[in-house]
Protein backbone atom coordinates (compact mmCIF):
# COMPACT_ATOMS: atom_id res chain seq x y z
CA UNK A 1 0.00 0.00 0.00
CA UNK A 2 1.84 3.62 -1.06
CA UNK A 3 1.66 6.02 2.05
CA UNK A 4 -0.13 9.47 2.09
CA UNK A 5 1.77 12.52 2.05
CA UNK A 6 1.94 14.50 5.16
CA UNK A 7 1.66 17.88 3.97
CA UNK A 8 -2.17 18.08 5.52
CA UNK A 9 -0.48 17.02 9.18
CA UNK A 10 1.91 19.96 8.92
CA UNK A 11 2.02 23.29 11.55
CA UNK A 12 1.10 25.36 8.57
CA UNK A 13 -1.62 23.28 7.26
CA UNK A 14 -3.46 23.17 10.33
CA UNK A 15 -3.12 26.86 11.19
CA UNK A 16 -4.46 27.47 8.01
CA UNK A 17 -7.55 25.18 8.44
CA UNK A 18 -8.32 27.12 11.79
CA UNK A 19 -8.38 30.28 10.17
CA UNK A 20 -10.65 28.70 7.29
CA UNK A 21 -13.03 27.53 10.09
CA UNK A 22 -13.09 31.46 11.66
CA UNK A 23 -13.70 32.95 8.26
CA UNK A 24 -16.48 31.32 7.43
CA UNK A 25 -18.44 33.52 9.94
CA UNK A 26 -17.22 36.57 8.87
CA UNK A 27 -18.50 38.22 5.40
CA UNK A 28 -16.29 40.59 2.60
CA UNK A 29 -18.62 43.72 2.77
CA UNK A 30 -18.22 44.05 6.53
CA UNK A 31 -14.36 44.01 5.98
CA UNK A 32 -14.78 47.07 3.24
CA UNK A 33 -16.91 49.13 5.54
CA UNK A 34 -14.28 48.76 8.52
CA UNK A 35 -11.21 49.23 6.63
CA UNK A 36 -11.22 51.72 3.74
CA UNK A 37 -8.05 51.05 2.92
CA UNK A 38 -8.47 47.44 2.06
CA UNK A 39 -8.34 47.59 -1.64
CA UNK A 40 -5.02 49.18 -1.36
CA UNK A 41 -3.81 46.99 1.15
CA UNK A 42 -4.23 44.35 -1.31
CA UNK A 43 -3.19 44.95 -4.69
CA UNK A 44 0.01 45.33 -6.62
CA UNK A 45 1.50 46.22 -10.01
CA UNK A 46 4.25 44.65 -11.91
CA UNK A 47 5.14 43.88 -15.34
CA UNK A 48 1.94 46.09 -16.91
CA UNK A 49 -0.51 44.23 -14.47
CA UNK A 50 -2.59 45.53 -11.90
CA UNK A 51 -3.80 42.18 -9.38
CA UNK A 52 -6.48 43.41 -7.33
CA UNK A 53 -7.04 40.79 -4.83
CA UNK A 54 -8.89 42.42 -2.15
CA UNK A 55 -12.45 41.08 -2.73
CA UNK A 56 -11.11 37.44 -1.44
CA UNK A 57 -12.03 35.53 1.73
CA UNK A 58 -8.67 36.50 3.44
CA UNK A 59 -7.26 38.95 5.92
CA UNK A 60 -3.33 39.49 7.12
CA UNK A 61 -3.83 36.54 9.27
CA UNK A 62 -4.54 33.92 6.19
CA UNK A 63 -1.80 35.48 4.31
CA UNK A 64 0.71 35.27 6.56
CA UNK A 65 -0.53 31.17 7.31
CA UNK A 66 -0.20 31.28 3.58
CA UNK A 67 2.99 32.61 3.26
CA UNK A 68 4.13 30.53 6.02
CA UNK A 69 3.04 27.78 3.88
CA UNK A 70 4.80 28.51 1.06
CA UNK A 71 8.01 29.08 3.10
CA UNK A 72 7.43 25.42 4.57
CA UNK A 73 7.40 23.87 1.46
CA UNK A 74 11.10 25.64 0.36
CA UNK A 75 9.01 27.35 -2.81
CA UNK A 76 11.74 29.66 -3.28
CA UNK A 77 14.33 26.91 -3.56
CA UNK A 78 12.12 25.03 -6.00
CA UNK A 79 12.29 27.68 -7.93
CA UNK A 80 15.76 28.84 -8.16
CA UNK A 81 15.97 24.98 -8.97
CA UNK A 82 14.16 24.89 -11.92
CA UNK A 83 15.47 28.48 -13.38
CA UNK A 84 19.36 27.00 -12.95
CA UNK A 85 18.07 23.26 -14.75
CA UNK A 86 17.97 21.22 -11.88
CA UNK A 87 16.06 17.83 -12.93
CA UNK A 88 12.56 18.97 -11.43
CA UNK A 89 10.74 16.58 -13.68
CA UNK A 90 12.26 13.77 -11.77
CA UNK A 91 9.66 11.22 -13.04
CA UNK A 92 11.46 11.68 -16.32
CA UNK A 93 14.95 13.05 -15.53
CA UNK A 94 14.63 16.26 -17.58
CA UNK A 95 15.42 19.95 -16.51
CA UNK A 96 12.08 22.20 -17.15
CA UNK A 97 13.44 25.24 -18.89
CA UNK A 98 10.93 27.56 -20.71
CA UNK A 99 12.02 30.15 -19.06
CA UNK A 100 15.50 29.83 -21.00
CA UNK A 101 13.60 30.68 -24.34
CA UNK A 102 12.71 34.15 -23.06
CA UNK A 103 16.15 34.43 -21.74
CA UNK A 104 17.62 38.33 -22.17
CA UNK A 105 19.66 38.50 -19.14
CA UNK A 106 22.98 37.39 -21.77
CA UNK A 107 23.75 35.09 -18.24
CA UNK A 108 24.24 31.33 -19.72
CA UNK A 109 21.64 28.61 -18.80
CA UNK A 110 22.79 24.72 -18.56
CA UNK A 111 21.66 21.73 -18.97
CA UNK A 112 23.92 18.96 -18.16
CA UNK A 113 26.92 21.35 -17.98
CA UNK A 114 26.31 23.18 -21.66
CA UNK A 115 24.94 25.99 -22.07
CA UNK A 116 21.83 26.09 -24.13
CA UNK A 117 21.71 29.60 -24.87
CA UNK A 118 23.55 29.25 -28.45
CA UNK A 119 20.98 26.99 -29.65
CA UNK A 120 18.38 29.22 -28.93
CA UNK A 121 19.48 32.28 -30.32
CA UNK A 122 20.45 30.35 -33.45
CA UNK A 123 17.05 28.61 -33.55
CA UNK A 124 15.31 32.21 -32.89
CA UNK A 125 17.43 33.29 -35.54
CA UNK A 126 16.38 31.00 -38.06
CA UNK A 127 13.16 31.90 -37.07
CA UNK A 128 13.22 35.77 -37.61
CA UNK A 129 14.89 35.02 -40.80
CA UNK A 130 11.78 32.66 -42.37
CA UNK A 131 9.07 35.41 -41.07
CA UNK A 132 10.78 38.01 -42.58
CA UNK A 133 11.34 36.02 -45.80
CA UNK A 134 7.82 34.99 -45.46
CA UNK A 135 6.60 38.78 -44.87
CA UNK A 136 8.74 39.85 -47.57
CA UNK A 137 6.95 37.91 -49.99
CA UNK A 138 10.34 35.79 -50.62
CA UNK A 139 8.82 32.09 -50.08
CA UNK A 140 7.42 31.05 -53.25
CA UNK A 141 5.77 27.66 -54.04
CA UNK A 142 7.19 24.94 -56.25
CA UNK A 143 4.92 26.97 -59.05
CA UNK A 144 6.66 30.15 -58.26
CA UNK A 145 3.44 31.61 -57.00
CA UNK A 146 3.63 33.66 -53.38
CA UNK A 147 3.31 31.98 -49.86
CA UNK A 148 0.26 33.55 -48.42
CA UNK A 149 -1.76 30.96 -46.60
CA UNK A 150 -0.04 29.18 -44.11
CA UNK A 151 -1.73 25.48 -42.28
CA UNK A 152 -0.29 24.94 -38.45
CA UNK A 153 -1.07 21.44 -37.20
CA UNK A 154 -0.51 20.38 -33.76
CA UNK A 155 -2.38 19.70 -31.11
CA UNK A 156 -2.14 20.33 -27.31
CA UNK A 157 0.32 22.99 -26.80
CA UNK A 158 1.11 22.60 -29.87
CA UNK A 159 -2.07 23.84 -31.05
CA UNK A 160 -3.41 26.03 -28.36
CA UNK A 161 -0.75 28.09 -27.58
CA UNK A 162 0.23 29.67 -30.73
CA UNK A 163 -3.31 29.65 -31.76
CA UNK A 164 -5.01 31.42 -28.43
CA UNK A 165 -1.85 33.56 -28.44
CA UNK A 166 -2.55 34.89 -32.17
CA UNK A 167 -6.14 35.46 -31.76
CA UNK A 168 -5.61 37.17 -28.77
CA UNK A 169 -3.45 39.92 -30.50
CA UNK A 170 -5.61 39.93 -33.60
CA UNK A 171 -5.23 43.87 -33.80
CA UNK A 172 -1.63 42.93 -34.73
CA UNK A 173 -2.13 41.06 -37.80
CA UNK A 174 0.04 41.27 -40.79
CA UNK A 175 -2.42 42.23 -43.69
CA UNK A 176 -2.36 39.49 -46.16
CA UNK A 177 -1.32 36.60 -44.16
CA UNK A 178 -3.88 34.30 -43.19
CA UNK A 179 -2.82 31.09 -40.37
CA UNK A 180 -5.30 28.36 -40.21
CA UNK A 181 -5.21 25.86 -37.06
CA UNK A 182 -5.80 22.52 -37.22
CA UNK A 183 -5.77 19.79 -34.37
CA UNK A 184 -8.96 17.85 -33.94
CA UNK A 185 -8.17 14.28 -35.68
CA UNK A 186 -11.87 14.82 -36.95
CA UNK A 187 -11.15 15.25 -40.76
CA UNK A 188 -14.14 17.81 -41.46
CA UNK A 189 -11.77 20.34 -39.63
CA UNK A 190 -8.84 20.04 -41.99
CA UNK A 191 -10.98 19.37 -44.63
CA UNK A 192 -13.10 22.68 -44.31
CA UNK A 193 -9.55 24.59 -44.03
CA UNK A 194 -7.68 23.04 -46.82
CA UNK A 195 -11.13 23.35 -49.52
CA UNK A 196 -11.06 26.97 -49.21
CA UNK A 197 -7.25 27.29 -50.27
CA UNK A 198 -4.79 26.54 -52.77
CA UNK A 199 -2.22 24.64 -52.82
CA UNK A 200 0.25 26.53 -54.70
CA UNK A 201 -0.07 29.61 -51.91
CA UNK A 202 -0.13 27.09 -48.92
CA UNK A 203 2.50 26.38 -46.38
CA UNK A 204 1.93 23.35 -44.37
CA UNK A 205 3.53 23.60 -40.37
CA UNK A 206 3.87 20.31 -38.69
CA UNK A 207 4.57 20.40 -35.12
CA UNK A 208 4.97 17.52 -32.93
CA UNK A 209 7.96 16.95 -31.23
CA UNK A 210 8.67 13.23 -32.04
CA UNK A 211 6.82 13.68 -35.09
CA UNK A 212 4.68 10.61 -34.43
CA UNK A 213 1.81 12.36 -32.58
CA UNK A 214 -0.96 9.98 -34.15
CA UNK A 215 -3.50 13.24 -34.61
CA UNK A 216 -0.83 15.67 -35.75
CA UNK A 217 0.95 13.27 -37.97
CA UNK A 218 -2.02 11.48 -39.34
CA UNK A 219 -3.51 15.45 -40.47
CA UNK A 220 -0.07 16.00 -42.10
CA UNK A 221 -0.08 13.07 -44.46
CA UNK A 222 -3.85 14.07 -45.44
CA UNK A 223 -2.70 17.83 -46.06
CA UNK A 224 -0.06 15.85 -47.88
CA UNK A 225 -2.69 13.51 -49.70
CA UNK A 226 -4.38 16.84 -50.57
CA UNK A 227 -1.62 18.79 -51.33
CA UNK A 228 -0.63 15.72 -54.49
CA UNK A 229 -4.61 15.68 -55.42
CA UNK A 230 -4.03 19.13 -56.18
CA UNK A 231 -1.04 18.41 -58.59
CA UNK A 232 1.75 18.46 -56.53
CA UNK A 233 4.50 15.77 -56.60
CA UNK A 234 7.15 14.36 -53.88
CA UNK A 235 9.53 16.71 -54.80
CA UNK A 236 7.67 19.95 -53.97
CA UNK A 237 7.19 19.07 -50.61
CA UNK A 238 10.39 20.87 -49.26
CA UNK A 239 8.69 24.04 -50.35
CA UNK A 240 5.45 23.42 -48.66
CA UNK A 241 6.20 21.99 -46.14
CA UNK A 242 7.92 22.72 -42.83
CA UNK A 243 8.72 20.49 -39.36
CA UNK A 244 8.90 21.93 -35.96
CA UNK A 245 10.36 18.54 -34.76
CA UNK A 246 13.24 17.10 -32.82
CA UNK A 247 13.01 13.70 -35.40
CA UNK A 248 14.87 15.41 -38.08
CA UNK A 249 15.16 11.78 -39.66
CA UNK A 250 11.77 11.17 -39.55
CA UNK A 251 10.73 14.90 -41.08
CA UNK A 252 13.35 14.54 -43.85
CA UNK A 253 11.96 11.34 -44.89
CA UNK A 254 8.57 12.57 -45.41
CA UNK A 255 10.07 14.83 -47.68
CA UNK A 256 10.62 17.98 -45.63
CA UNK A 257 13.84 20.28 -46.62
CA UNK A 258 16.47 20.08 -43.79
CA UNK A 259 16.68 23.35 -43.69
CA UNK A 260 12.94 23.54 -42.85
CA UNK A 261 13.24 21.58 -40.05
CA UNK A 262 13.20 23.94 -36.27
CA UNK A 263 14.40 22.18 -33.36
CA UNK A 264 12.55 21.01 -30.28
CA UNK A 265 14.19 20.41 -26.90
CA UNK A 266 13.66 17.71 -24.23
CA UNK A 267 13.46 20.62 -21.30
CA UNK A 268 10.67 21.89 -23.21
CA UNK A 269 7.02 20.82 -22.00
CA UNK A 270 4.51 20.80 -24.57
CA UNK A 271 2.08 23.50 -22.78
CA UNK A 272 5.39 26.04 -22.60
CA UNK A 273 6.61 25.01 -26.23
CA UNK A 274 4.52 28.93 -27.80
CA UNK A 275 7.86 30.35 -26.22
CA UNK A 276 9.92 27.74 -29.02
CA UNK A 277 10.10 27.39 -32.45
CA UNK A 278 6.63 25.86 -32.01
CA UNK A 279 5.96 29.77 -31.65
CA UNK A 280 6.38 30.38 -35.48
CA UNK A 281 2.85 30.59 -36.59
CA UNK A 282 2.39 33.43 -34.08
CA UNK A 283 5.62 34.92 -35.64
CA UNK A 284 4.23 34.49 -39.01
CA UNK A 285 0.79 35.81 -37.59
CA UNK A 286 2.06 39.53 -36.06
CA UNK A 287 5.72 39.45 -37.54
CA UNK A 288 8.44 38.63 -35.14
CA UNK A 289 9.29 41.70 -33.59
CA UNK A 290 6.09 41.45 -31.80
CA UNK A 291 6.46 38.05 -31.08
CA UNK A 292 9.78 38.78 -29.51
CA UNK A 293 8.02 41.23 -27.52
CA UNK A 294 5.74 38.67 -26.25
CA UNK A 295 8.88 37.08 -25.31
CA UNK A 296 10.39 40.19 -23.32
CA UNK A 297 6.74 40.29 -21.50
CA UNK A 298 7.28 36.26 -20.30
CA UNK A 299 10.93 37.41 -19.08
CA UNK A 300 9.90 40.10 -17.20
CA UNK A 301 7.16 38.31 -15.32
CA UNK A 302 10.09 35.80 -15.25
CA UNK A 303 12.35 38.58 -13.21
CA UNK A 304 9.75 39.69 -11.18
CA UNK A 305 8.73 35.78 -9.46
CA UNK A 306 12.60 35.12 -9.24
CA UNK A 307 13.46 38.54 -6.87
CA UNK A 308 10.09 39.88 -5.85
CA UNK A 309 9.53 38.69 -2.05
CA UNK A 310 6.60 36.41 -1.30
CA UNK A 311 4.26 39.12 0.03
CA UNK A 312 5.05 41.17 -3.12
CA UNK A 313 4.77 38.77 -6.02
CA UNK A 314 1.88 37.91 -8.61
CA UNK A 315 2.22 34.37 -9.03
CA UNK A 316 3.12 33.11 -5.58
CA UNK A 317 -0.17 35.20 -4.30
CA UNK A 318 -2.42 33.82 -6.84
CA UNK A 319 -0.88 30.58 -6.40
CA UNK A 320 -1.46 30.78 -2.37
CA UNK A 321 -5.27 32.17 -2.86
CA UNK A 322 -6.24 28.98 -5.48
CA UNK A 323 -4.46 26.41 -2.73
CA UNK A 324 -6.64 28.39 0.23
CA UNK A 325 -9.88 27.55 -2.06
CA UNK A 326 -9.33 24.44 -2.98
CA UNK A 327 -7.98 23.03 0.26
CA UNK A 328 -9.55 24.78 3.30
CA UNK A 329 -12.63 25.98 1.15
CA UNK A 330 -13.46 23.15 -0.71
CA UNK A 331 -13.43 24.86 -4.31
CA UNK A 332 -14.07 22.39 -6.90
CA UNK A 333 -13.22 24.72 -9.74
CA UNK A 334 -11.58 28.15 -10.96
CA UNK A 335 -13.13 30.05 -13.09
CA UNK A 336 -11.54 32.62 -15.62
CA UNK A 337 -13.58 35.62 -17.46
CA UNK A 338 -11.81 37.98 -19.34
CA UNK A 339 -13.49 40.89 -20.62
CA UNK A 340 -11.98 41.53 -23.89
CA UNK A 341 -13.13 39.94 -27.25
CA UNK A 342 -9.52 38.60 -28.42
CA UNK A 343 -8.83 37.12 -24.82
CA UNK A 344 -11.76 34.79 -25.25
CA UNK A 345 -9.58 31.62 -25.55
CA UNK A 346 -7.29 32.16 -22.73
CA UNK A 347 -9.27 30.52 -20.31
CA UNK A 348 -8.75 27.00 -22.69
CA UNK A 349 -5.09 27.67 -22.94
CA UNK A 350 -4.89 28.25 -19.00
CA UNK A 351 -6.93 24.51 -18.45
CA UNK A 352 -4.29 22.75 -20.48
CA UNK A 353 -1.84 24.12 -18.65
CA UNK A 354 -3.29 24.09 -15.09
CA UNK A 355 -4.68 20.54 -15.07
CA UNK A 356 -2.19 19.08 -17.37
CA UNK A 357 0.23 20.34 -14.97
CA UNK A 358 -1.14 19.16 -11.65
CA UNK A 359 -3.51 16.91 -12.02
CA UNK A 360 -2.20 14.51 -10.46
CA UNK A 361 -2.49 11.79 -7.18
CA UNK A 362 1.46 10.86 -6.38
CA UNK A 363 4.16 13.44 -4.99
CA UNK A 364 7.41 13.82 -5.50
CA UNK A 365 8.60 11.48 -2.67
CA UNK A 366 6.21 9.05 -4.38
CA UNK A 367 3.70 9.17 -1.70
CA UNK A 368 -0.10 9.18 -2.45
CA UNK A 369 -1.70 12.93 -1.89
CA UNK A 370 -4.42 12.84 0.44
CA UNK A 371 -6.03 16.13 -0.59
CA UNK A 372 -7.17 18.13 -4.07
CA UNK A 373 -4.18 18.87 -6.12
CA UNK A 374 -6.08 21.22 -8.55
CA UNK A 375 -9.43 22.96 -9.71
CA UNK A 376 -11.43 22.48 -13.02
CA UNK A 377 -10.59 25.63 -15.27
CA UNK A 378 -12.93 27.04 -17.55
CA UNK A 379 -14.72 29.88 -18.08
CA UNK A 380 -16.04 32.34 -21.11
CA UNK A 381 -15.35 36.13 -22.03
CA UNK A 382 -17.55 38.89 -20.68
CA UNK A 383 -20.33 40.07 -20.74
CA UNK A 384 -21.69 36.40 -22.53
CA UNK A 385 -21.36 34.44 -19.16
CA UNK A 386 -23.55 37.25 -17.14
CA UNK A 387 -27.07 35.55 -19.12
CA UNK A 388 -25.90 32.18 -18.56
CA UNK A 389 -23.17 30.90 -16.04
CA UNK A 390 -22.86 33.59 -13.48
CA UNK A 391 -25.94 32.57 -11.65
CA UNK A 392 -24.53 29.65 -10.36
CA UNK A 393 -21.20 31.76 -9.16
CA UNK A 394 -24.14 34.46 -7.84
CA UNK A 395 -26.24 32.02 -5.71
CA UNK A 396 -25.21 28.29 -5.95
CA UNK A 397 -24.15 26.60 -2.85
CA UNK A 398 -20.65 25.91 -4.89
CA UNK A 399 -17.71 28.37 -4.35
CA UNK A 400 -16.35 29.20 -7.51
CA UNK A 401 -13.13 32.05 -7.23
CA UNK A 402 -13.16 34.09 -10.25
CA UNK A 403 -10.58 35.62 -12.55
CA UNK A 404 -11.46 39.01 -14.15
CA UNK A 405 -9.42 40.47 -16.33
CA UNK A 406 -9.80 43.92 -18.13
CA UNK A 407 -7.80 45.77 -20.31
CA UNK A 408 -8.28 49.68 -19.70
CA UNK A 409 -7.94 50.29 -23.56
CA UNK A 410 -8.26 48.47 -26.39
CA UNK A 411 -7.90 49.26 -30.11
CA UNK A 412 -10.54 50.93 -31.69
CA UNK A 413 -11.85 51.85 -29.21
CA UNK A 414 -15.84 52.79 -28.64
CA UNK A 415 -15.84 54.79 -25.50
CA UNK A 416 -19.56 53.48 -25.09
CA UNK A 417 -19.05 49.79 -25.33
CA UNK A 418 -16.06 50.04 -23.49
CA UNK A 419 -17.50 51.91 -20.22
CA UNK A 420 -20.38 48.99 -20.52
CA UNK A 421 -17.64 46.08 -20.69
CA UNK A 422 -15.63 47.88 -17.80
CA UNK A 423 -19.03 48.83 -15.52
CA UNK A 424 -19.94 44.94 -16.21
CA UNK A 425 -16.89 43.49 -14.94
CA UNK A 426 -16.49 45.72 -11.86
CA UNK A 427 -20.08 45.56 -11.55
CA UNK A 428 -19.69 41.74 -11.26
CA UNK A 429 -16.88 41.52 -8.83
CA UNK A 430 -18.75 43.93 -6.62
CA UNK A 431 -21.48 41.92 -6.61
CA UNK A 432 -19.91 38.70 -5.87
CA UNK A 433 -18.36 40.01 -2.86
CA UNK A 434 -21.26 42.24 -1.70
CA UNK A 435 -24.69 39.87 -2.18
CA UNK A 436 -27.81 41.34 -1.26
CA UNK A 437 -29.33 40.94 1.67
CA UNK A 438 -32.52 39.38 2.29
CA UNK A 439 -33.89 43.12 4.30
CA UNK A 440 -32.67 44.96 1.22
CA UNK A 441 -34.61 42.64 -1.52
CA UNK A 442 -37.55 42.81 1.09
CA UNK A 443 -37.69 46.41 1.35
CA UNK A 444 -36.97 46.70 -2.68
CA UNK A 445 -40.36 44.75 -3.09
CA UNK A 446 -42.65 47.41 -0.96
CA UNK A 447 -43.94 49.46 -3.82
CA UNK A 448 -45.23 46.53 -5.65
CA UNK A 449 -48.83 46.30 -3.44
CA UNK A 450 -47.62 42.30 -2.61
CA UNK A 451 -48.78 41.00 1.05
CA UNK A 452 -45.87 40.33 3.47
CA UNK A 453 -46.30 36.54 2.70
CA UNK A 454 -45.30 36.77 -0.99
CA UNK A 455 -42.75 39.56 -0.15
CA UNK A 456 -41.33 37.28 2.23
CA UNK A 457 -41.12 34.34 -0.37
CA UNK A 458 -39.98 36.29 -3.27
CA UNK A 459 -37.16 38.48 -1.15
CA UNK A 460 -36.09 34.81 -0.40
CA UNK A 461 -35.61 33.79 -4.07
CA UNK A 462 -33.89 37.25 -4.40
CA UNK A 463 -31.26 36.82 -1.64
CA UNK A 464 -28.01 36.71 -2.83
CA UNK A 465 -25.43 35.67 0.13
CA UNK A 466 -22.25 37.03 -1.78
CA UNK A 467 -18.66 36.87 -0.18
CA UNK A 468 -18.12 34.94 -3.56
CA UNK A 469 -13.87 35.27 -3.92
CA UNK A 470 -12.60 36.99 -7.48
CA UNK A 471 -9.22 38.40 -8.47
CA UNK A 472 -9.39 41.64 -10.75
CA UNK A 473 -6.48 41.93 -13.26
CA UNK A 474 -6.23 44.80 -15.30
CA UNK A 475 -3.74 46.52 -17.58
CA UNK A 476 -3.26 49.28 -19.70
CA UNK A 477 -3.90 47.73 -22.84
CA UNK A 478 -3.47 43.75 -24.06
CA UNK A 479 -0.15 44.30 -26.56
CA UNK A 480 2.52 41.18 -26.94
CA UNK A 481 4.47 42.66 -24.41
CA UNK A 482 2.01 42.71 -21.81
CA UNK A 483 0.18 39.28 -23.01
CA UNK A 484 3.54 37.43 -22.81
CA UNK A 485 3.62 38.54 -19.35
CA UNK A 486 0.28 37.33 -18.59
CA UNK A 487 0.75 33.90 -19.97
CA UNK A 488 3.85 33.49 -17.94
CA UNK A 489 1.97 34.69 -14.84
CA UNK A 490 -0.08 32.00 -14.71
CA UNK A 491 2.54 29.20 -15.72
CA UNK A 492 4.54 30.37 -12.51
CA UNK A 493 1.15 30.00 -10.48
CA UNK A 494 0.82 26.92 -11.51
CA UNK A 495 4.73 26.00 -10.43
CA UNK A 496 3.83 27.24 -7.40
CA UNK A 497 0.99 25.39 -6.61
CA UNK A 498 2.52 22.16 -7.61
CA UNK A 499 5.48 22.53 -5.30
CA UNK A 500 3.03 23.68 -2.58
CA UNK A 501 1.32 20.00 -2.90
CA UNK A 502 4.46 18.53 -3.47
CA UNK A 503 3.21 17.28 -7.12
CA UNK A 504 5.29 17.31 -10.48
CA UNK A 505 3.71 19.47 -12.21
CA UNK A 506 5.72 18.94 -15.93
CA UNK A 507 5.07 14.86 -16.87
CA UNK A 508 1.59 13.79 -17.58
CA UNK A 509 1.00 10.25 -17.51
CA UNK A 510 -2.28 10.60 -18.00
CA UNK A 511 -1.89 11.94 -21.29
CA UNK A 512 0.97 9.55 -22.28
CA UNK A 513 -1.49 6.05 -20.94
CA UNK A 514 -4.33 7.89 -23.73
CA UNK A 515 -2.14 8.10 -26.58
CA UNK A 516 -1.29 4.54 -25.54
CA UNK A 517 -4.64 3.42 -25.59
CA UNK A 518 -5.54 5.29 -28.78
CA UNK A 519 -3.38 3.37 -31.08
CA UNK A 520 -4.36 0.19 -29.30
CA UNK A 521 -8.05 0.74 -30.30
CA UNK A 522 -7.41 1.97 -33.72
CA UNK A 523 -5.10 -1.00 -34.25
CA UNK A 524 -8.38 -2.76 -33.55
CA UNK A 525 -10.44 -0.97 -35.46
CA UNK A 526 -8.15 -1.09 -38.53
CA UNK A 527 -7.72 -4.74 -38.43
CA UNK A 528 -10.87 -6.32 -38.59
CA UNK A 529 -9.73 -9.32 -38.30
CA UNK A 530 -7.68 -9.12 -35.20
CA UNK A 531 -9.32 -10.48 -31.88
CA UNK A 532 -10.84 -8.00 -29.84
CA UNK A 533 -9.69 -8.63 -26.40
CA UNK A 534 -10.70 -5.56 -24.40
CA UNK A 535 -13.51 -4.98 -22.04
CA UNK A 536 -16.89 -5.80 -23.12
CA UNK A 537 -17.77 -2.42 -23.61
CA UNK A 538 -14.79 -1.50 -25.74
CA UNK A 539 -14.93 -4.84 -27.47
CA UNK A 540 -18.93 -3.67 -28.34
CA UNK A 541 -18.42 -0.03 -29.36
CA UNK A 542 -15.16 -1.13 -31.95
CA UNK A 543 -17.91 -3.77 -33.30
CA UNK A 544 -20.78 -1.25 -34.27
CA UNK A 545 -17.90 1.47 -35.35
CA UNK A 546 -16.52 -1.75 -37.79
CA UNK A 547 -20.44 -2.40 -38.56
CA UNK A 548 -21.17 1.42 -39.67
CA UNK A 549 -18.04 1.37 -41.42
CA UNK A 550 -17.13 -2.08 -43.79
CA UNK A 551 -13.46 -2.28 -45.27
CA UNK A 552 -13.69 -1.41 -48.60
Not at 34 to 49: M, S, V, Y
Not at 393 to 410: R, T
Request: proline share 4%; with cysteine.
Amino acid sequence: MIPETTLDQTAAWKTLANHADDIRHQHMRDWFAQDPDRAGKFTLDACGITLDFSKNLINDEVMTALFDLAKQESVEAKRDAMFDGAIVNHTEQRAVLHTALRNFSGAPVKVDGKDVMPDIRQTQAKMRQFSEAFHNKELKGYTGKIITQVVAIGIGGSFLGPKIMSEALKPCWIKDVDVHFVANVDGCHLHDVLSELDHEETLIIMSSKSFSTQETLRNTLTAKEWFFTQGGEQKDIAKHFIAISSNVKAATEFGIDEKNIFPMWDWVGGRYSLWSAIGLPIALRIGFDNYEAMLKGAYEMDCHFKTAPLNQNLPVIMALLGIWYVNFHHAQSHVLLPYYHYLRGFPAYVQQLDMESNGKRVAGDDTVVGYATGPVIWGSEGTNGQHSFHQLIHQGNVLIPADFMLPLNVPNQHAEHHAMLASNCFGQTQALMQGKTFQACFDDLASQGLDDKTRTALATHKTMPGNKPSNTLLFEQLDPQTLGALVALYEHKVFVQGAIWGVNSFDQWGVELGKVLGNQVLDKIENTEATLDFDSSTNQLISRFRAANPTK
